[in-house]
């Protein structure tokens, strides 16, 4: 079986920290699975540095280390961006899955596929996903966004917050936006501002 599971720079450089701690042994890498009976959206994301791949999993090679993924969650994963984010309030790991149904706020939980048959998700439920994780993050500043429609991989958003008074406000958070929606799902080729509510 053949997926793909990419890295953002912050989380390829948090792995290899936790790689080069003392006493990980060589060889080691980073073990992707999930949790089925945990998380408040049903599943939970599962990271942990392992010697060696257990039996069956799926083993990638992402830049300069190993990714070793349960072999009974594969599919769930494929397409999957793993990012790493600091704030005043928490950090960690995030999850961009383009399979999930629906993610949780706190990051690590989610909902299953209801059909993990490898049909692709559309860009619009990427972004949709992907906003998700933004909001937060947006939310500890008063400002919000939402997706409202998708075209030709130009993606709408309506953004809201107080203080967006002037074009260049509104074109600066838009940029914001756009700037981690792409990182998230790279089929995005630009964002733009559908309405403003102040």
């Known amino acids: 079986m053949s997926i793909?599971?990419?890295f953002t720079e912050?989380?390829?450089g948090q792995v290899r920290t936790l790689l080069g701690r003392e006493g990980t042994a060589p060889g080691s890498g980073l073990r992707v699975g999930v949790d089925t009976s945990s998380g408040c959206a049903g599943h939970r994301?599962?990271?942990a540095v392992v010697p060696v791949p257990p039996a069956g999993d799926v083993v990638i090679r992402v830049e300069d280390f190993g990714v070793f993924v349960a072999a009974d969650s594969a599919e769930q994963f494929d397409g999957m961006r793993i990012d790493y984010s600091e704030s005043l309030m928490s950090?960690?790991?995030t999850f961009y899955n383009p399979n999930a149904r629906s993610s949780c706020l706190c990051g690590p939980s989610f909902a299953p596929p209801v059909q993990p048959d490898g049909v692709e998700t559309s860009l619009l439920q990427k972004a949709n996903v992907a906003i998700q994780h933004i909001r937060p993050h947006l939310q500890l500043v008063g400002r919000d966004a939402s997706v409202v429609g998708v075209a030709d991989g130009v993606v709408s958003v309506r953004v809201t917050g107080p203080g967006l008074t002037s074009e260049a406000d509104v074109t600066a958070l838009v940029k914001t936006v756009e700037r981690q929606l792409k990182e998230a799902v790279p089929d995005v080729r630009r964002?733009?501002?559908a309405s403003v509510s102040r």
Do not use: K, M, N
């Open 10 to 12: 912050r989380a390829a």
């Open 4 to 6: 793909v599971i990419s």
């Open 45 to 47: 994301y599962r990271l």
């Open 91 to 93: 950090s960690g790991f």
């Open 191 to 193: 964002v733009v501002p």
